[in-house]
């Protein structure tokens, strides 16, 4: 430790808090040669694992998962006793490391820190403990726990009760006596789900206070038995990659079928399965829409009422304990015995929904029912969570404005990667909002986010940059992604601590980031890779690498919710489309990038004649009275996979908006039919359409066509054709980042062969696939672009995307087309990827290609009518 010119502690990094996150912080720290302090209130380490020692406390994520990775030794020195360790076993093993570590001697116990400001002219920070020592350091760390600070209600004459009261989450050191004494526990969250059981075994009587009622499932706690141990040591390596990757930190994750594919039969024995294997996640990962469709859960929540009632033998207490909201949409909860707990006769339940407390008394509490007379009362009621324990020290940043005014109590919370926020220079969150910690296993959480803020000021250091700071950009996007996923789940409908809905006065608003631990990593790592774009750093004095210092957030770079989706779908770990049948692939379900669909008019499905066969078609009709222009729309896939279902949203979009028929064609696909099927099925499309306008309420003067990537292509393919065999006569062509040539000699193949959803090895496999030969790709109906005569088609619209493989033949057709006279809008859009134009649910710029395109069309279709 150094002294400042004023005799003040000058540390590189202070980090408050000697929990899980904290201890391994100043680790990883002190091992890279950094001077750190640790301040901790507690008089000794854990943590959570310090102040929450209520009867039955235990962890709900299984003991071998719940420990440190990081160090060999440290795991093949620390052996747990059972699948769900109590609390006073992971204490010890907290110590264990402690110890092992020799970590005491940097951290200050009965230390609270009471403020930290951040001083601009010095690029650091100062820190003042409650005591009023100031020390000063240039990184700020806050690993103080999502759920520490503890939540008592304010519950009128909270004073007057005589006897004892406790907080699960501030339980006292010595040994609490319920033996024959009047207990009431209020809260039935995890802690209160597993104090219950414990207490109801010594209290006299013991009254349980509950406002809501959970969706609670077996632990199913053993001993460990030496083969469990053994292999999952012998194979800790991969059970570490498979962990980092997931979705919540554990080494499994969903299945791959919805709920609603299975028979109810089916339903209720996985769920049994589920029940009788126990795990945290066990009933979620059954199916993989519990969380998201409401009737999926439904199939889950009835399961567990369903257990309640069989449980519960009073038949009035089991009405009582049964849930209605989504479940899992709290933190599911693991008990032992919790709902057996209310068949013994010392046990009572009040339902204070429907009769409210109303203030505590002398002797106990008083609903407006009835007067319940205690000698003891245990909060079970939870935390302030995730902004609470950031609130409780008064941290200010650049102009010294408050966190807690920037974020509004948190009304405006906003973070970037959960990790840091602007206008809070060298300051970095463990676990804090907006990351994915509360949601998953902490340990895999907390080593995650150690290792990227080590890594972090390893790099700031070596490239002597200093404040370094979120974006506000950067910040705005990520907390759009946070709250545009919850929405996306079920997360967001229940009340819960999830969206600060426990706390009265609290702003509601989902406060982590639901994306999972997976994809989390993924993202953190990419922007490290970038030189940690979405930050701002100054250069030290003594510096010279300007290079380095980054002014915006991916500026004249990929779009943010683009490089979003890109990382998702590489969280999924789904193979190479190449590396799969045609048949698997075109199992690929993206519906959720494509979000809610929109209400048109009407929607009808037909089967129209082709040659050889018939192929079905989707008829969108706009409201209005007819006729209207039609727009003919292939979709994409490379000929191989795709179908009606991949374009539903922006064939509804177009329909509304262009004011239009869509008629989208499912065309017949590769390899089972190859080259020129899909061309001849499109075609024929179009001839039917014409034919039979008056019956699909159609003006046959005004008939565009149009596609997206191998719809694009087909759509250029259909106005040649139309061109060359008389066919009907088109008044446009909308082409979407289209397939024109069947080369991959060009710069955008060149510069984007990978990483951005299409590769060009996908599209080397769809080429394949759809043509019979190489012959075939020379010819203009497969490659349009070697057309030898361009002119006299239909005007068109050509849109691409600026990290597509496919970009520059997109635009090498419209050149030509625009040399040949033909009319032509070419609009590249510079940061999006392919498939853009089908995405409108998690890309604004795909609402803006959709927009443009039915513009284009509007306008096209009233040139035709006014001529
Ligand atoms: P919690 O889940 O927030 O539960 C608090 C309980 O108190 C709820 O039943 C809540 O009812 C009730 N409550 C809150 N304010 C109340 C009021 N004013 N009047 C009446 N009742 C009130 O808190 P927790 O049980 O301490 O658990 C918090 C989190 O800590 C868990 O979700 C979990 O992540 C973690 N935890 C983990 C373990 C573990 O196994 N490792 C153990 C304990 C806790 P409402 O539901 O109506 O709000």
Known sequence: MALNHQNVPVFDAVVVGAGFSGLYMLHRLREAGYSVRVYEAAEDVGGTWYWNRYPGARCDIESIYYNYTFSEEILNEWTWSSRYAEQPEILSYINFVADKLDLRRDIQFKNRVAAARYDE??????????????????????????????????????????????????????????????????????????????????????TVFQRTPQYSCPAQNHPYDTEVKFKTRENYDEIKQLMQYSMHGIPSGPQLRSALEDTPEERERQYEEAWQEGGLFSMLYRYNDIHRLPEANETAAAFIRNKIKQLVHNPEKAQKLMPTYYYGTKRPILDTDYYETYNRDNVSLVDIKAEPIEEMTLN???????????????????????TGPLFKMDIRGKNDVSLKDKWADGAELKTFLGLATSGFPNMFML???????????????????????????????????????????????????????????????????????????????FLAFPGGVGLYRLLCDDVAARGYEGFTSSLAPNATDKGLVKEGFFKKNIDPQAWFILKQLESTGMPPMEMLTPELARMAD?????????????????????????????????????????????HGGGWVIGNLDTVDVPCRMLANRAGCVVISVDYRLAPEHKFPTAAEDAYAAVEWVAEHAASIGVDPERIAVGGDSAGGNLAAVVALMAREQGGPTLAYQMLIYPVTNHSYDTDSYRNNPEGYFLTKNTMVWFW???????????????????????????????????????????????????AAGVPVEATRYDGMIHGFFWMPGVLAGAHDGINQAANALKQAFNIVKTK
């Open 431 to 509: 676990t804090g909002p907006q990351s994915p910690s509360v949601l998953s296993n902490m340990l895999i959480s907390i080593e995650q986010h150690v290792e990227w803020v080590a890594d972090c000021i390893d790099y700031l250091r070596k490239h002597r940059l200093e404040a370094f700071e979120a974006t506000v950009e950067a910040e705005e996007f990520w907390s759009q992604q946070c709250h545009a996923l919850a929405e996306m789940s079920l997360l967001t409908k229940t009340d819960s601590w999830y969206m600060g809905a426990n706390i009265e006065g609290k702003p509601r608003g």
């Open 121 to 206: 002219h010095n690029r650091n920070w100062e820190i003042r403990l409650e005591n009023g020592t100031l020390v000063t350091a240039e990184y700020f760390i806050t690993a103080i726990g999502a759920l520490s600070a503890s939540n008592i209600p304010k519950f009128k004459g909270l004073d007057s009760f005589k006897g004892e009261m406790y907080h699960t989450g501030r339980w006292p050191h010595e040994k609490v006596s319920f033996s024959g004494k009047r207990v009431g526990v209020i809260g039935t969250g995890s802690s209160g789900i597993q104090a219950i059981p414990v207490i109801a075994k010594e209290a006299g009587h013991l």
């Open 364 to 386: 106990g509490i008083r609903t407006t029912e009835a007067d319940y007379e205690l000698d003891v009362i245990i909060f079970a009621t939870g935390f302030d969570a995730m």
């Open 768 to 818: 394949n696939h759809y043509l019979g030969d190489e012959q075939d790709g020379q010819n203009p109906y497969a490659s349009p672009l070697l057309a030898k005569d361009l002119s006299g088609l239909p005007p068109a619209l050509v849109i691409t995307a600026g990290f597509d493989p496919l970009r520059d033949e997109g635009e090498a057709y419209a050149a030509r087309l625009k």
């Open 590 to 634: 993206f519906r959720l990038l494509a979000g809610v669909p929109e209400e048109v008019q009407k929607v009808e499905n037909r089967t129209i004649p082709v040659a050889g066969g018939e192929i079905s078609v989707r008829i969108y009709s706009p409201a209005g009275e007819g006729p209207f222009p039609a727009l003919v729309y292939y």
